[in-house]
């Protein structure tokens, strides 16, 4: 009885609804197909009119599932490609909106990075001052001399107006030490707004 074509059949209907959970599609229609042919053996062994009808029923319930099938794979191809697209179209436009930003805060790196060189420039020459500073200390208190060595004023050569424009010779008088101060405030602020910017 286990082997009758009527058991056979529908052990081969549980296989092919077990294959379309699993969207194997093409070995469910094999399973309807061989389900469809087990039934038509069955209906050659009986000849009771109940039994015959609800064969055939069956038999055209198995073919159907066939073609329904065809159409869910169908369906589902069309799905997965409409999504595979879809998802290629987010990741270029992820790019196209990535781009602009990874531009801007190169940008914002490249600015931050020359606030801080000018930051460390201003602090060399505040250490600079103070290396000075410290050995014109140094020297007075050691007796060596009663002068206090004052830092080297750059000269400044100015030139009389002609007919031509005029021309200045020299060089920049430095920073003391409260413009040096100043400047630093300043910088620090950018950075801090550039920072606060970032994030």
Do not use: W
Not at 13 to 35: G, W
Not at 84 to 98: A, F, Q, R, T, Y
Not at 101 to 123: F, M, T
Not at 137 to 148: I, Y
Request: aromatic fraction near 2%; include cysteine.
């Amino acid at each position: 009885m286990e082997t009758s074509s009527l058991n056979l059949a529908h052990q081969q209907h549980r296989r092919a609804e077990a294959h379309l959970r699993c969207r194997r599609f093409d070995e469910a229609i094999q399973c309807h197909k061989e389900a469809s042919r087990l039934l038509e053996e069955a209906m050659k062994l009986t000849t009771v009119t109940k039994a015959l009808e609800s064969l055939k029923l069956q038999r055209e319930y198995h073919i159907q599932q066939e073609s329904i099938i065809r159409m869910k794979a169908n369906c589902y191809e069309k799905n997965m490609k409409a999504i595979e697209n879809n998802h290629h179209k987010m990741v270029s436009e992820i790019d196209l909106h990535e781009a602009p930003k990874r531009d801007v805060s190169h940008n914002l790196q490249v600015e931050i990075y020359r606030k801080i060189e000018e930051a460390d420039s201003l602090l060399q020459i505040l250490l600079k001052r103070g290396v000075n500073e410290d050995e014109s200390l140094k020297v007075k208190l050691n007796g060596q001399s009663d002068k206090v060595s004052v830092p080297e004023q750059e000269s400044v050569i100015c030139v009389k107006p002609t007919d031509k424009q005029p021309i200045a010779h020299g060089n920049k008088l430095p920073k003391n030490d409260q413009t040096v101060i100043e400047e630093l405030k300043v910088i620090n602020e950018q950075l801090r707004s550039q920072v606060l910017y970032k994030i």
